[in-house]
T-cell receptor, first 114, second 114 residues
Framework: DAMVIQNPRYQVTQFGKPVTLSCSQTLNHNVMYWYQQKSSQAPKLLFHYYDKDFNNEADTPDNFQSRRPNTSFCFLDIRSPGLGDAAMYLCATSRDRHPNQPQHFGDGTRLSIL | TQLLEQSPQFLSIQEGENLTVYCNSS?????LQWYRQEPGEGPVLLVT?????EVKKLKRLTFQFGDARKDSSLHITAAQPGDTGLYLC??????????????FGQGTILTVHP
């Protein structure tokens, strides 16, 4: 089945040690999103790609970076994770940016910081 | 900032009871999407409503979009333990800085006890 796959499902890293989370999609969607979600709260958008066009949210810390080398893959890099970055990270895709388009979410990567 | 106020934040009910979750805003949305998220998984789309006054039914779930497209509700009839989860409303806007992004409500954590 076409889907959004996130790896790994669980990631443990040390304080300050860079970490990369990955997302792949078989939907051939143009838009890919990265969200941060803490303890049953609403997802918070970090940034999104429309094709190769990167769109950062104004309040996303510089510590968070992203790469989209091709349509299918997108990566979230956290350069120096702090304790406050422990969260579930969700990747989502959308066919385009039309407001009626649904977003398709992966099952997330739960990041823990030691 | 276009806010979506979702209420209640927590709902704990017995199996067989009815419930309603509300999403309200002072802004007009082009669409209102409802997602359900279970622990350890990503949100899954339940429904998208796009027309003012629209009502959609999904088995025991009834979704309504307000006439002015500023509010929406989710009504569950005869709730079952399998309905337990985090319910998220999300609004999409056509144009402006929010184009291509969803504005999420705060979420409603529903627990249905057997």
């Amino acid at each position: 089945d076409a889907m959004v796959i996130q790896n790994p499902r669980y990631q443990v890293t040390q304080f300050g040690k860079p970490v990369t989370l990955s997302c792949s999609q078989t939907l051939n969607h143009n838009v890919m999103y990265w969200y941060q979600q803490k303890s049953s709260q609403a997802p918070k958008l970090l940034f999104h790609y429309y094709d190769k066009d990167f769109n950062n949210e104004a309040d996303t810390p510089d510590n968070f970076q992203s790469r989209r080398p091709n349509t299918s893959f997108c990566f979230l890099d956290i350069r120096s994770p702090g304790l406050g970055d422990a969260a579930m990270y969700l990747c989502a895709t959308s066919r385009d940016r039309h407001p009626n388009q649904p977003q398709h979410f992966g099952d997330g990567t739960r990041l823990s910081i030691l | 900032t276009q806010l979506l106020e979702q209420s209640p934040q927590f709902l704990s009910i017995q199996e067989g009871e009815n419930l309603t979750v509300y999403c309200n805003s002072s802004s007009v949305f082009s669409s209102l999407q409802w997602y359900r998220q279970e622990p350890g998984e990503g949100p899954v789309l339940l429904v998208t409503v796009v027309t003012g006054g629209e009502v959609k039914k999904l088995k025991r779930l009834t979704f309504q979009f307000g006439d002015a497209r500023k509010d929406s509700s989710l009504h569950i009839t005869a709730a079952q333990p399998g309905d337990t989860g985090l319910y998220l409303c999300a609004g999409g806007r056509d144009g402006g800085t929010s184009y291509g992004k969803l504005t999420f409500g705060q979420g409603t954590i529903l627990t249905v006890h057997p």
